[in-house]
């Protein structure tokens, strides 16, 4: 893989960071203000959090891949089918769910805005640290020069 990697632009940090929060803010919100059991927001919050952390994991699986670090297959392939879980979970709920089509777009669209949020926010966080360690390792080449 060649080594240049682009430092993300402030905007596109912040874009990201935020979508993060709007979607995490606004999901939590609609669980806050929902009508249904405690048992059933658990489940959706639950799902939130699965969907969350597969997401970053599978994008750290592909960064890796992409940077030549050994991966193995097996856990590529359950990074791919814990989100495809995750959202298959929601959508069959949330069909399943006596809410009104505009509360069940709204839990839709606020939980892919995270998933697309901390795909983003975890790709920005894996090119600045490896621009710290390419500096880092520059630096330490230029002393050795000197």
Not at 32 to 54: D, Q, T, V
Not at 89 to 105: I, P, R
């Amino acid at each position: 893989m060649s080594n240049l990697i682009n430092r993300p632009t402030l905007a596109f940090t912040a874009a990201s960071w935020l979508a993060v929060f709007i979607g995490v803010v606004g999901f939590m919100i609609g669980l806050w203000n929902a009508e249904m059991p405690l048992h059933e927001k658990g489940y959706y919050l639950i799902i939130l959090l699965y969907g969350l952390f597969s997401t970053i994991s599978l994008q750290k699986t592909l960064r890796d891949q992409l940077e030549e670090i050994p991966v193995t297959m097996i856990y590529v392939a359950l990074c791919w089918a814990s989100v495809g879980i995750c959202i298959g979970l929601l959508l069959f709920s949330l069909t399943n769910a006596t809410l009104t089509l505009s509360e069940k777009g709204y839990y839709i669209m606020s939980f892919l805005l995270s998933l697309f949020g901390v795909t983003a926010t975890q790709k920005n966080i894996r090119d600045l640290d490896h621009l710290r360690l390419q500096q880092e390792a520059d630096s330490s080449q230029n002393k050795r020069e000197d």
